[in-house]
């Protein structure tokens, strides 16, 4: 390129002479219909809003086409071969974004630099700031894929008028800069069939779910698991209730904060990280039910009689144990056998059923037993579940 001011000054002036900017290119409307060429760089997803089903990316739009009114000798004006003008002073093609997530505006400021060379041939390189709805999927959420797209549309022309051409199948991602939260998978653009004119560019991005399974995931697998500790505490501490309505309150918090940041939809389904939170919800107060259930076992007075059916299953969920067990005698009476006692009763009888009928205390124990191994087997299942779903 060569030339000054003044020449590129001349060559502008006689290029706009007689220039009309509303319409647009072409030798003949009927044979032919103008050719566009578009490519998009994408550089960084900026932000992809779950509440508000938006996503905002930047990039640069790149579009050339040929006007054959722009022509002219490069020799005729020392040789430029290029010359700039504002988008206003020339035809741009109208592009809109169809599924704007804010007002629907062309694309552009009028006072945008358009380079133009000597062929005739049109540069418009855009930089880009784009708004678009997308209705979030957070059934795996942390570790969801969420597809959105952009759909750029030319204003106000049908096929008959311009053709829409890709330089490149996939949107060129050389410029692209990582979002600190979303992984870029997949990008690509296609066009719309007849009669719709237009293109459309498809982004699929995943959540880097790290941060998202030590604030949320873990905390609300380890308190399922502390949960069950309950049993394990004595019941003369009188802390049994308190502890597990306190863990209760801490999943209900959990889950409070979950809501707070997903979007209150059920399309196409609600996040699994909410179903299991309910269940540990529910989990939490059969656990607090069992606990004060639970309570009235070792409350009750020592001299009140063990139903039979009662201390047989409180011998089959737990071992004989070296404690004082209560025996009815004939005469109404009540003897209390000593450890040793308890030893050799166990040792005579073997795998037989015996009369004895044992304390309330050890029913209690008997009871905690069951609760603490079931309510674990239950949280192992659901927990293991729920990871192996999500890491699926």
């Given at each position: 390129m060569a030339g000054n001011s003044t020449y590129k000054t001349n060559l502008n002036a006689d290029l706009l002479d007689g220039y009309n900017p509303s319409v647009h290119p072409g030798r003949d409307y009927k044979r032919q219909a103008l050719n566009i060429n578009v490519t998009?760089?994408?550089?960084?997803?900026?932000?992809?809003d779950e509440l508000?089903?938006?996503?905002?990316?930047?990039?640069?739009?790149?579009?050339?086409?040929?006007?054959?009114?722009?022509?002219?000798?490069?020799?005729?004006?020392?040789?430029?071969?290029?010359?700039?003008f504002?988008?206003?002073?020339?035809?741009?093609?109208?592009?809109?974004?169809?599924?704007?997530?804010?007002?629907?505006?062309?694309?552009?400021?009028?006072?945008?630099?358009?380079?133009?060379?000597?062929?005739?041939?049109?540069?418009?390189?855009?930089?880009?700031?784009l708004s678009s709805s997308c209705d979030a999927d957070v059934t795996y959420y942390p570790n969801d894929e969420q597809i959105c797209s952009l759909e750029i549309l030319p204003w106000g022309y049908t096929q008959e008028h311009i053709q829409m051409t890709y330089l490149v199948s996939?949107?060129?991602g050389n410029e692209y800069v990582e979002n600190p939260i979303w992984d870029l998978i997949d990008t690509s653009q296609h066009?719309?069939?007849?009669?719709?004119?237009?293109?459309?560019?498809?982004?699929?991005?995943?959540?880097?779910?790290?941060?998202f399974m030590v604030n949320f995931i873990m905390p609300t697998i380890l308190m399922s698991f502390i949960n069950m500790l309950v049993f394990l505490l004595p019941a003369?501490?009188?802390?049994?209730?308190?502890?597990?309505?306190?863990?209760?309150?801490?999943?209900?918090?959990?889950?409070?904060?979950?809501?707070?940041?997903?979007?209150?939809?059920?399309?196409?389904?609600?996040?699994?990280?909410?179903?299991?939170?309910?269940?540990h919800i529910g989990q939490s107060l059969l656990i607090m039910l069992c606990t004060i259930f639970g309570l009235r076992f070792y409350l009750r007075p020592t001299e009140e009689p063990v139903p039979r059916w009662i201390s047989r299953l409180a011998s089959l969920f737990?071992?004989?144990?070296?404690?004082?067990?209560?025996?009815?005698?004939?005469?109404?009476?009540?003897?209390?056998l000593t450890s040793e006692d308890t030893e050799d009763v166990c040792k005579e009888n073997g795998n037989k059923t015996y009369e004895n009928v044992v304390?309330?205390?050890?029913?209690?124990?008997a009871f905690d037993n069951v609760c603490c191994v079931f309510f674990a087997v239950t949280s192992v299942t659901c927990n293991v579940a729920f990871l192996a779903v999500m890491s699926s």
């Open positions: 998009i760089a994408l550089t960084k997803i900026q932000s992809f508000a089903s938006s996503l905002t990316i930047t990039g640069i739009l790149k579009v050339t086409w040929i006007d054959e009114r722009l022509l002219w000798n490069p020799r005729a004006y020392t040789h430029l071969t290029s010359t700039h504002k988008q206003k002073e020339i035809w741009i093609p109208p592009l809109v974004l169809s599924n704007s997530y804010h007002n629907i505006d062309l694309i552009g400021e009028s006072d945008m630099p358009v380079t133009v060379t000597d062929n005739g041939e049109v540069q418009w390189f855009l930089p880009l700031k996939e949107l060129n066009s719309f069939k007849a009669p719709k004119l237009g293109f459309e560019m498809t982004f699929k991005f995943k959540r880097k779910p790290l941060f003369e501490s009188g802390e049994r209730v308190g502890f597990s309505i306190t863990v209760l309150l801490a999943i209900a918090v959990f889950l409070s904060t979950i809501t707070t940041i997903l979007p209150q939809t059920s399309t196409p389904q609600m996040a699994l990280l909410c179903y299991l939170l309910v269940t737990s071992a004989c144990e070296k404690i004082s067990i209560v025996h009815p005698e004939p005469e109404n009476t009540v003897s209390v304390t309330w205390q050890r029913v209690g124990r």
